[in-house]
């Protein structure tokens, strides 16, 4: 065999050799863009784990049984940094789905949902919404997880003896706070112990909020009873007070009960 053909053998062999590694390496890149794009995983190398996520947060997203949709609600500048945080949630789970709504193009889409800032995050599970306190693991999880909340928390206010009411908008009202607690799912509602001397079982948190006049008897002894029987309260309370129009009572009953 003279040198050409030698030469020519070992480049068609060379060549030969190239061209199937270069379709090894092509099958493997194929494959694994596949695989990425329907498995989306991420390794996180940072010693703070900054990009992941926690095992509660992954138990509580794949444990899912039904859709759910993170809105996202800013100018899409801060986009970006929301990115960071909520499409580790989408990657968690495909029953997880992240819409990032442009207020420049929709301005009108946050007052359709309530939404009084930018940045703000609302998770959505079946007919249930929830505002997150923040767009960061804490905030989006903990909304996660009051949605996930069937059972109904209800806040109840004393009513009939000069207390803060939750249906008024003025300074002494708290139509404010009855919205604020409602984006936590709690529902607010009056109750008034003089007229039945009970506090109802549906009662989550029980709010004395500045009562002016002294509580009758048996609504201390509802109180009482309540407390004793493992119920929550909140109690409220001015000293007492009598300046020109403007006073409040000892609520002698009240305070020997709370003394014990």
Do not use: W
């Not at 996930?148 to 404010?176: M, N, V, W």
Request: hydrophobic residues 35%.
């Amino acid at each position: 065999m003279n040198f050409s053909v030698l030469l020519k053998a070992r480049q068609t062999k060379y060549v030969a050799y190239a061209t199937l590694y270069m379709l090894v390496v092509l099958a493997v890149l194929t494959v694994a863009n596949v695989l990425g794009d329907r498995y989306s995983k991420t390794y996180d190398s940072t010693s703070n784990r900054r990009y992941s996520l926690s095992e509660q947060t992954a138990k509580i997203v794949k444990g899912l049984k039904k859709p759910a949709t993170i809105y996202y609600y800013d100018r899409p500048t801060g986009f970006k940094q929301a990115k960071d945080t909520l499409d580790q949630y989408a990657n968690l789970s495909p029953k997880v789905h992240v819409e990032y709504v442009d207020l420049e193009k929709n301005p009108f889409a946050a007052r359709e949902a309530g939404i009084r800032s930018l940045g703000t995050a609302i998770v959505e599970i079946g007919s249930r919404k929830e505002e997150a306190k923040g767009v960061n693991e804490e905030g989006i999880t903990g909304a996660f997880i009051r949605d996930l909340k069937s059972t109904a928390r209800t806040i109840c206010f004393l009513t009939g003896s000069g207390e803060h009411q939750i249906d008024e908008p003025g300074p002494e009202g708290y139509s404010r706070f009855k919205d604020l607690l409602g984006k936590d799912s709690y529902e607010a509602k009056s109750i008034n112990l003089l007229m039945k001397a009970e506090v109802p079982s549906d009662c989550t948190v029980v709010v004395v909020a500045s009562p002016k006049s002294d509580y009758q008897q048996p609504e201390v002894d509802a109180i009482k009873k309540y407390l004793e029987d493992g119920g929550r309260a909140i109690f409220l309370l001015n000293p007492p007070l009598k300046m020109g129009r403007m006073e409040i009572s000892d609520n002698e009953a009240l305070s020997k009960t709370l003394e014990s």
